[in-house]
């Protein structure tokens, strides 16, 4: 199993820039392919990127592509996603999810969750 915890959220003004961490615990970190997901309320969980454990390949959902960052840092046992150029419309709670299997970016494909952190961007 993983704890995941992340941080860094908060209320930023538009077309600012904020990074998120997650903090994992538990079994290797390195050994999870490990996604960012967001949600706000009413709305089902959405897709924002996601870092293999292989290789370390990247995919971004659409709407953040060229704004968002993912990345990991094994040795520190951190999953990041810089974000610049935030739009009111990226007002969500965040999640960093983890798996141990072939996971992409449906949210069911990942086992393990973290609490979430708020990012607010105000127009």
């Known amino acids: 199993q993983v704890q995941l915890v992340e941080s860094g959220g908060g209320l930023v003004q538009a077309g600012a820039s904020l990074r998120l961490s997650c903090a994992a615990a538990?079994?290797?970190?390195?050994?999870?392919?490990m996604g960012w997901f967001r949600q706000t309320p009413g709305r089902e969980r959405e897709f924002v990127a996601l870092?293999?454990?292989?290789?370390?390949?990247?995919a971004y959902a659409d709407t953040v592509k060229g704004r968002f960052t993912i990345s990991r840092d094994n040795a520190k046992n951190t999953l990041y996603l810089q974000m610049s150029s935030l739009k009111p419309e990226d007002t969500a709670v965040y999640y960093c999810?983890?798996?141990?299997?072939?996971?992409?970016?449906?949210?069911?494909?990942?086992?393990?969750w973290g609490q979430g952190t708020q990012v607010t961007v105000s127009s």
């Open positions: 999810a983890a798996s141990d299997g072939v996971a992409a970016t449906k949210d069911f494909q990942y086992e393990y």
């Open positions: 538990g079994r290797t970190f390195s050994a999870y392919t």
């Open positions: 870092i293999r454990r292989v290789a370390g390949n990247t």
